[in-house]
């Protein structure tokens, strides 16, 4: 036995292609792809746990409470709305219901003088309640609001007015449209500055620049400026939007020239690698035909680059709408009851607004946090699936 094993090292030793440390390569090989595998396990787990919270907390928040109660209109009530309704009923009811009750009398006058039954919106605590949150009713209160459930007159309905409203200090009146149409037009003024210019700016780098010092240290200062942190170009929107040419404050205007800044490198830097990957041989061609240097870049090298420019100026867009702290610094952090009615009106976007209700106590703040991170996250997830969508679409590999 001893003999054979003496013998297989021996063989080994007089083998000339043997290598002593394969079994420890070996070892190394298998060791680093199961770390590898974990860290792409770890992710995966991480993004279920991600995901499965945020949708657990936001699907509340897609659902109100209203409650069904007799409400007189006279003149008594509509000057003093809090009278409309039973002494026993008025903590259940929404302050909003009572706020916005007068106007509700005057543009329907058939009303007056009548009790009518009708579905208000509830207080935030009812609604906290009835899902289970948490209990800051009084005894009183709960045995009324379970005398209305008793009698069907308590529902959990499809919250319209978080898809429909602005911003609110009343919790359960607080709405996530306002922020919606403010972001739109905040990436569209940031897109149509933005993507031309950078586009352009490639362009040139690529195709006519020349190849000296300057445009060396061009280039080195465009890679620079798109790894700095985000909340510089808000500094640089303030002053040079604001303070130097006077536009109005808290804009949808301000805040896409000041994301237009932020995604300047993007483009530029996706662009320029897009030109890049256009063959030789079609610049070439071109130029044998009797083609200008214009008319090349016009007419073949910009058309043929165009999927990789889209999907990298998308991408840039997306970044750009998920992005708060630049719009701190030129007041885009606003209370946004109403949507914006142009560029140049105050306005607020959906990151925003997510920032500001996290601050906010109130429970019914909580789970619209979370529907509005819902909603962003889809709005996000689109645009990169419609740069996918371009890349694969319109792409053209070259052999």
Partial sequence: MKNKIFSKKQNKLENPFYDPTLKIRHMKDKFFKALSLSGLIFSIVFLVIFFTDIVTKAIPSFKQAYVELPMTYNEETVNDSIYAVEEKYETLVSRAWFRDMPKFAQ???????????????????????????????????????????????????????????GDSKIPENSGFYSSVVGSIMTILVCMAVAFPIGVMTAVYLEEFAKDNKLSHIIEININNLAAIPSILFGLLGLAIYINFFG???????????????????VIIVSSRSALRSVPASIRQAAFSLGLTKLQVVKDHVLPLGMPGILTGSIIGMSRAMGETAPLIFVGMVVFSPDAPSSILSAATVMPAQIFTWAGMPEGAYVERVSGAI????????????????????YEVKWN
């Fill in 247 to 265: 536009m109005p404050r808290s804009s949808a205007l301000v805040g896409g020239l000041t994301l237009a800044l932020m995604t300047f490198p």
């Fill in 374 to 393: 819902l909603i962003l996250l889809g709005v996000l997830l689109s645009m990169n699936a419609l740069a996918i969508y371009f890349r694969k679409k």
């Fill in 107 to 165: 543009s329907h006058p058939e009303v007056m003088g009548k009790t009518v039954n009708e579905w208000v919106l509830a207080d935030d605590e009812v609604d906290q309640y009835l899902k289970g949150h948490s209990n800051t009713l009084s005894d009183d209160e709960i045995a009324t609001l379970k005398e209305l459930q008793a009698l069907g007159k308590v529902e959990l309905r499809f919250n319209t007015v978080f898809f429909t409203t």
